[in-house]
């Protein structure tokens, strides 16, 4: 491929400047405080050949198709447990499983509406899924908002190289939501508000599809619809939430009875099928981390392929065999909390002391369900601008999937690099800085 | 899309106080100059007056503290930082409203104001940028502002402040009736957040016979209306 990006790369600058007169920001929590700050933008793009993407469309395609299945399975006739390819426990205990959620049928049987999926790329070129994000996936907006800055800045190097537009994610969703709404009303998003660390995000994209960015206050039920309220008690019905509020503080009556960030009987209403949620609540039993491990066997289950993308190796102490070799292994593998998230309960045996070795072989033998462990995979590092000099870091890829009548892969996707040369973890909340990821036209 | 053509309470709430906080920092850095310039002939006294109109408590020792603290002490709430940054935490809310092209002002604003504090700069013509991006953030929203009922409560918000500011500051009855004049075009648009009492009452008095700055009860019976004219 000839790529010319001099004239982007010595602009960066310029487009952090940007990207600061438009509040490109996340928030962070640190020791109880919030704190916003700017997310980090590296012009240099991940480039994707044009070969390399219709690899990872099909993949992404298949692998979100399958989870789906999972998904409405998992909430109605439980095959996949019945035909012993998923152990119940892996189901039944995750804390993603809602039971309440039993029975709801979502229309087209989309449950994962909008998808992300983390990805790496192998030094020997192969690309293995990393996790799964079916809740409330975030980060497309920052590649959509950089792509937005970095045509301004630098337009010639857009009129020199064929890249694929990805400024039409607004569409992808506003389309989604719409099909997912059926006309029943309005379409909103639904933000915990200000403090939330994707704010931006929900704002962003507010702005971009059209619909209404609605706050705790702004909805209420009413005969088992769901209104939206005008300052002075007119109403008007919503059709789909788009909602990025997490699954346990949605409906107070149901769930945590203290959320004031839900909207209390939402769960009626969206049983009664007369609102659409997305995501729809109760994903958390396929992204769990614990789960993970079966999704290439899912895609077998319910699609009858192979799977086209691979998992990282990946061992579940919970199979004794898996535990006794985590156990005899732990020094050099990455051995993970399935409840945490964010980079977040991410241990690296090789980093750790003799006395934590021990604490974790403990911990792992006594709660096999709680860890996954996986190979560390020598990941792909990316050409980072620091200081006026190029060194390279550790990047993944989030790519969105989006699932409305059909399922459509975004052609683009953030790339999150770590700001620190021996890191592997790329979390934003940890610090991690962003590109754009080029896709290129044929 | 289905448009949603309500305002909910927070957002109107937003919008209102958007509307005041960003003509608080118009007139103030208007005023600042105005006191600045007398400043620079000795008249050392005249910082005090500030206070003593904005009902704020002056703690500075002298002009310099007090030209640096109205400017960048954002603790000191009437300071140009602290309304431009209540300014902007109301308009962070409405971005989809008013747009991210409209919010990039007040970002730019901000973003100036602080790198400012920073280097400590007591010149007050460094913050000229924040009136002309004030101005061209009015424009923008006007321009941008789909829902005009969204747009009638932002200027109402912002006629108010106008208004509360003038009386403050003793402008004449020209000015103070023209502002009036101003602020009731916008709320006749929005007649259901107008309290019909209240407006009656600002109605007897701001009239030429009954207009009287000097008489401090007169004054702070219509500061006080003008604060209650509007429910939001």
């Known amino acids: 491929m000839n790529i010319r990006i001099n004239e982007l790369v010595d602009s960066c600058n310029t487009v952090n400047k940007w990207m600061e007169r438009f509040g490109v920001r996340f928030g962070v929590y640190k020791h109880g405080v919030f704190n916003e700050q700017l997310f980090p933008f590296d012009s240099i793009p991940r480039i994707i050949s044009s070969e390399d993407w219709a690899y990872l469309e099909r993949g992404l395609k298949q692998r979100v198709t399958a989870l789906n299945k999972f998904l409405w399975d998992v909430y109605h006739d439980k095959r ?70 970095t ?154 392929e192979k799977p086209i993308l691979q998992n990282a190796p990946t061992y579940l102490p919970y199979f004794e065999k898996d535990c006794d070799y985590v156990l005899k292994n732990i020094q050099r593998l990455v051995i993970k909390d399935v409840s945490e998230a964010g980079g977040y309960g991410v241990v690296f045996g090789k980093d750790l002391s003799g006395k934590e070795l021990e604490d974790l072989t403990e911990l792992v033998r006594t709660e096999p369900r709680r860890w996954i462990a996986q190979e560390v995979i020598d990941f792909k590092d990316l050409e980072i601008l620091e200081n006026d000099e190029t060194v390279w870091h550790k990047a993944d890829l989030r790519a969105f999937v989006v699932s409305g009548k059909d399922v459509q892969v975004w052609k683009s996707g953030l790339t999150r690099f770590s700001r620190n040369p021996d890191s592997f973890v790329v979390n934003s909340s940890q610090g991690g800085g962003f590109k754009d990821t080029w896709v290129m036209g044929s | ?167 403050r500051f003793d402008y004449s009855y020209e000015r103070v009736a023209l502002a009036y004049d101003s602020l009731k075009r916008y709320l006749h648009q929005i007649p259901t957040i107008i309290d019909d009492h209240i407006e009656g009452q600002l109605n007897h008095l701001i009239i030429k016979e009954h207009f009287n700055l000097t008489d401090v009860e007169y004054r702070n019976k219509v500061l006080k209306f003008i604060n209650q004219l509007v429910r939001v």
């Open chain 1, 80 to 149: 996949i447990i019945k035909d012993g390819v998923v152990p119940k426990e892996f189901v039944y205990s995750s804390k993603g499983y809602i039971p309440e959620c039993e029975g709801i049928s979502p229309k087209s049987g989309v449950y994962a509406h909008i998808a992300g999926i983390d990805l790496v790329e192998g030094k020997d070129g192969q690309w293995y899924v990393l996790e799964d994000n079916l809740r409330i996936p975030s980060g497309a907006s920052y590649p959509m908002i950089a792509r937005e800055i």
């Open chain 1, 151 to 304: 045509r301004k800045v630098s337009p010639q190097t857009f009129a020199w190289n064929n890249v694929a537009e990805n400024r039409d994610y607004a569409k992808l969703l506003a389309t989604m939501m719409a099909e997912m709404n059926d006309g029943r009303g309005i379409s909103v998003i639904l933000t915990p508000g200000r403090y939330n660390s994707a704010y931006f995000e929900h704002s962003y994209f507010a702005e971009k599809t059209g619909a209404t960015l609605a706050y705790p206050g702004d909805l209420f039920v009413e005969d088992n619809k769901v209104y939206y309220a005008g300052i002075y008690k007119e109403k008007t019905r919503v059709g789909s939430i788009y909602r990025r509020v997490s699954d346990e503080f949605m409906d107070p009556l149901l769930f945590e009875a203290s959320s004031l960030l839900g909207i209390p009987n939402v769960m009626q209403a969206y049983k009664a099928g007369n609102v659409a949620l997305i995501n729809a609540i109760g994903n958390g039993v396929a992204d769990d981390k614990g789960i993970y491990y079966f999704v290439p066997k899912m895609v077998e289950y319910y699609l009858g």
């Open chain 2, 1 to 167: 899309m289905t448009r949603n053509h309500l305002i909910s309470a927070t957002k109107a709430n937003c919008l209102y106080w958007l509307g005041r906080y960003e003509e608080r920092v118009y007139i103030t850095l208007h005023l600042l100059r105005k006191c600045y310039d007398k400043m620079i002939d000795g008249e050392l006294e005249d910082y005090a007056m500030f206070w003593t109109r904005l009902d704020a408590n002056g703690v500075y020792q002298s002009s310099e503290e007090f030209t640096f603290g109205m400017m960048y002490d954002g603790d000191n709430c009437a300071s140009v930082m602290a309304a431009q940054t209540k300014a902007m935490d109301n308009a962070i809310l409405l971005r989809e409203d008013i747009m991210s092209e409209t919010l990039s002002y007040l970002e730019m604003s901000v973003a100036l104001m602080k790198e400012c504090r920073e280097r400590k700069e007591m010149n007050i013509i460094a913050l000229q940028p924040i009136i002309d991006w004030s101005l061209a953030f009015w424009g923008s929203a006007e321009q941008r502002l789909r829902n005009h009922k969204a747009l009638y409560i932002m200027m109402t918000g912002r006629n108010v402040e106008n208004l509360d500011m003038l009386l």
